[in-house]
């Protein structure tokens, strides 16, 4: 009970200069704050996909990854990894791999394998899709790191579109937001406005326009989710290219 | 290790991204590349100077603003994309721009919008951009802004480098709207080379005042948002960028003096950049100061006021633009204003120096470039190479005249320099020279040498094509009799030249004279510069060896110059009238000749026609029989008429021979005196006009007229009766008829009249006379002798006639034709002919016969007159009858015949007055 008023303290603190999840659970330090702990929860929640493809690619069965990843899971918010791991603490991404890394090297060995359907669900994952997915992926002769990297910034992107489709959902511009969308991965100068003006019954002016502002937008939660993953807002050029080097061959 | 994802139990087969290539995440994205999303979503979409949103089409904004007439998309500007416009109530060109929606989004901008432009609108100056109008349509807000018509400062440094000058032109004007704006409290706060516009005139105007402020553009973190990548050429002050809120009027300032720093270097002021003179020559050192204070880090260091620096920039350009401005009025009115000086002794003196001192490679440039020259002008290429040759040649001397030591491609640097104005002005100025030759009056002379200078000016002062002829004709005008003497006399120059060594001289003196042009050229042009010590484009004006200015020798020359024009008119004029009187009197000589001739060919075709009146043909063919006394019945036979005459009874009685006579006395019986009973025939002879008679035997008998035969030689065929012609009858007549005339002077002891030559032998037939005074003459003709023969009868008829053959023996048959010609009085003289030829009484006769024969010759009838002059007994009449009638004759044209009968003349003395008269 004492420590909640603190650990409120200690929130409202860190309200104030904390801006992204991970930053929350960088300056928490690991100290286990009810605060740093969600954000911590909420990453994992968001990102565990990249690391189930590094581990499937390593194991030969599905079962097997999933134990794993799960084992990572609970360790991973159990322990305090924060403290092993400096040169990965600016970026989340790094930081995650890096661990699960070091567990796979590690800790399984040790790890108590969690029997299917008796484990403790830490984090909810969604494992039949996950293997669905993963069978359907392409298969690339990637490294496991690009195929985390690429599953990653498909995660990211995942995100972003969903937050885009929610705005649009509450500004009543659900279906703008459909028939624009597939916008957002086209360059400027090959968006057919013509077309696209005819086929929505709009002025040409006027797709411009939502074109436009939906691009805004995007990009905008698109940094937003990316820093996210950071700690320092400077880096978030470097983080996007380097999610989009990913995809370069 | 991997599942393989294409086996055939997976049903979907990976998918490719249409724009990358790259396989798509199965169900993920709805489908969209996460490599394409990211590719959106990293890069920036605006570039360094982009607007930030897709500008649209004129259609569109048509549809959007219908109260204007859209003419054109001009640009995307720095902050949105501007129209060309019609406003067409006030008719009036309008520039529209209209901003990117995004800049309407944000909390409260509707209403700092409006603040804003009102603000703007407030800034009426002619260095600033007006704004006409501003509000929002359909979410883009959008002002209406004065149009200007020309380009913006980044487009003009593209086009070409600004001079120094250019720069210290624009600034002022920069500054001037600035501290207008600063005055109103109003800050651009984006000024760069995109936002000042320079129209046509050259007046600069700043657009897009205050928009920034406006748009939210404040913050550099703004811009970024919106712009994205970093790397933009950046005009901000240091403050702009870290401290927003406390920007003044000062960042401008700042700005201007980056935009200056870009003008005069080309480049950004970045990190630690180099003075501005240090790069280029041209640039005033004291321009360093300037622009270093105008880009000071700390507001408070910089110039507080941009009217400081203005003044700052103006007092630097006065003093050191004292180098004219390429604007050739102001050059002008510099150099007519101060007037100047030519001194043509000097300039040559000079150039004699000048070239003597570097003789081989001033002959050689000059050489050179003269060659091509008149290389080129035999062809077309002349027109385009010879203005840019000539100014490069001009540059040369120039060079040279001025200390600096120019190489060859000097003289061909016109084609680089400004090739287009020099060809151009070389075209022009030889066209009015062309002129000036043709006129070769005062006028003339002064068209020839006004274009004298536009070359040098071209290349020099590099002076647009029309200009530099304005100020050269200008500059030559003040003085002009000075420039004639001088162009004389480089001319006479270039005449001994050509004359010595037969044109090598002139390798001498072209250099000479270009050299001593240029000198000249020097003298006016270069005084302007040499007072402050700058010369154009801001070089340093070698001091070149000065002229003598001596105001004295200016009216020397100016006599010198009169003298030799009037010399030359008065030259001009004599030379033109001898020429003229030459001709005219060529032409007279020549029109009194033709005269002449015309005058003789009218009396030739005179003549002609009065011979061709007398056309000669050939009468009928008449045959005859004609039957002897013999046969029953006497016949005789008219030639003149071509009648059978069968006399009366009582007539042919007395041809009956007497008892006892001889038949073949008939001829002997003519001896029949005048008193006898037997007369009567004789006169019945004469006035039936009987001609012949058959007197039985083959033989014919002509009475009176001449009967002869004539063989020509082998050219003639006077025994063809087919190819007789009538000229050869009357021809072989005439010698006949001499031949007569002839005989019967000798008969009477006189000499034989003068006759025609001929070249055919004449036998004339067997003739007889009468014993007796008055009677007939009596022609034998035979078969035998000829078959043609040619007669003339009594009244005058010539003829020929052939004798055919015959089987009865007392018949004869003939055939015979006359010579005839028109004449309607032949007949009546003819008639008088016969009538006269019968008066008994001598004197009567002779008189009757003078009559006749004058008449006759009036008449033109020269045979007449022949035949009646010969019936003539008494020769003194018959000469004075001849002597009137061969005056009458020559009097009608007929000479040739008037000839022949003065030569019957018997008496030597009237023949040759005849003969003499003729030959006038």
Redo the contacts between chains.
Sequence with gaps: MSTEPAAQTTATRADVFATTHWTVVLTAGGGGSQQADMALEELCRTYWYPLYVYVR?QT?TREDAEDLTQAFFARFLEKNYLAGLNSERGRFRAFLLAALKHFLANEWDRANRQKRGGGVAVVPLDWQNAD??????????LSPDKLYD?AW??TV??R??ARLRDESATEGKADLFGQL??Y?????S?IP?AQAADSMKL????V??AV??L??R??EL??DEVRQTISDPAQV?EE??A??TA?A? | MNQNATDSSNPNMPKKCPQCGRSLPADALDGLCPACLLAQGVSAETGPEGTPFQPPTVEEVARLFPQLEIQAFIGKGGMGAVYKARQPELDRIVALKILPPQAASGPGFAERFNREARALARLSHPNIVAVHEFGQVNGLPFFIMEFVDGLNLRQLERTRKLSAREALQIVPQICEALQFAHDEGIVHRDIKPENILVDKKGRVKIADFGIAKLMGRETEADLTETKGVIGTPNYMAPEQVEKPETVDHRADIFALGVVFYEMLTGELPLGKFAPPSSGRVEVDVRLDEVVLRALEKEPQRRYQQASQVKTAVETIASAAAAAPPPDAEALAQEILARDYVLDIGSCFNRAWTLVSGDFWATIGVAALISLLCSAASSTLIGIIVNGPLMGGLWLYFLKKSRGEKPGIETAFSGFSIAFAPLMLAWLVANLLMFLGFLCLILPGIYLLIAWKFTLPLIADKRLEFWPAMELSRRIVTRHWWKFLAFGLLAFLLNLAGFLVFCGLGLFFTVPISMAAAAYAYEDIFGVAARTTGVGPHGTAVLPGAAANPSGSGSGGWKVAALIIVTVLLILATSIGAILLAIGISNMKARDRANHERAVAIQQVEEARRVAASRQLAFGPTIEQTIQARAAGTNQFLDLDTGTLLTPAPEIASILAAQPGEDENRLWQALDIPTDSSRFRYIAWLRESGADLMFAGDGKIIGFDGVFALAHGDNSTNWNDWDSLSPEQTREAVNVLDWFRRATEARSFGQPAPPGPVTGGIINSAFQLDSQIGGGPLVNLLTREQSELWFFKTREGANGVLQIMESNAPNTVKIRYQLVKSDSPFREALAARLKAASIISGNTERDAALARLARDAAKAGEAELVKATLQEIRGTTERDQAALDSVRQLARLGLKLQAVEIAKTISSNSTRDLALSELAR
Excluded: C, W
Aim: net charge positive.
């Design positions: 690619r030969p669905t997915r993963y069978q359907i992926d392409p298969p690339d002769n690429r910034a498909v992107l995942e972003v579109l969308k597939p957002l991965s086209v360059g400027k090959a406005y002025t040409e002016g006027a411009r326009v436009h502002r691009r805004g995007y990009r698109l940094r050029e996007m290219r999610l989009f995809f061959d």
